[in-house]
């Protein structure tokens, strides 16, 4: 049987970043709101915020890329668990490859957080004129809002800044307004300026 819960557990013991129970009670109450239809993810690790985008209601259908071969296939199993594959589009390839046609009403960024902004501008065009985009992680495990000479590797420190660089470019959008909410790991809801 398919059981969320036992993700959730494959995720903490494999080290994958999945979504919060916040993020996610946040994203799926979004989504039945804003009566969402057909989604773009871009980063399905095992397929956890996919297969909970999708279970909102019947009528979504959620595409979903991984660059990752391990979770991709891991993805695949959970999804045909799940019975899902009807409503799951599942695409193995790095999203700065991928070049799609359709439109979507959502777009989730949850990807590689250096790489945002081009995702991004990737997939702009293919956003729906009332779509939203939200991107995961924009407090970075609360490192986005400690002072710099606080923040532990120099790795940290390069992806703090690609996420502020990001909060920026967002904020400061001619095209976007943006609000960030300070819920799960933060989230950044961007739609078309009025
Ligand atoms: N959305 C998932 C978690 C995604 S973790 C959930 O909440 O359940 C981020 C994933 O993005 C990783 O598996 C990583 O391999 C993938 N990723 C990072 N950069 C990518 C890119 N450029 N193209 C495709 N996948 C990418
Ligand atoms: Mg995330």
Request: cysteine-free.
């Amino acid at each position: 049987m398919a059981n969320i819960k036992e993700l959730k557990e494959y995720a903490t013991i494999n080290n994958i970043p999945i979504m919060n129970d916040e993020g996610i009670e946040f994203l799926t109450t979004f989504i039945a709101k804003k009566q969402s239809k057909n989604i773009l993810e871009i980063g399905t690790a095992i397929g956890y915020s996919a297969i909970e985008m999708a279970k909102v209601n019947e009528n979504i259908h959620v595409t979903t890329i991984e660059r990752d071969e391990a979770r991709y296939m891991e993805a695949l199993k959970n999804i045909k668990k799940f019975e899902l594959e009807d409503r799951i589009t599942l695409i193995f390839n790095d999203a700065l490859n991928v070049h799609l046609e359709d439109e979507f009403d959502l777009i989730f960024i949850d990807a590689a957080k250096g790489q945002n902004k081009a995702i991004f501008e990737q997939f702009e065009g293919n956003l729906s004129m009332n779509g939203y985009i939200i991107t995961d992680n924009m407090s970075f495990h609360g490192y986005v809002d400690m002072p710099e000479e606080e923040i532990p590797s120099k790795n940290i420190l390069g992806l703090v800044r690609k996420i502020k660089d990001y909060t920026y470019f967002l904020e400061n959008h001619m095209l976007y307004k943006t609000t960030i909410y300070q819920i799960g790991d933060g989230i950044a809801v961007t739609e078309r300026r009025g």
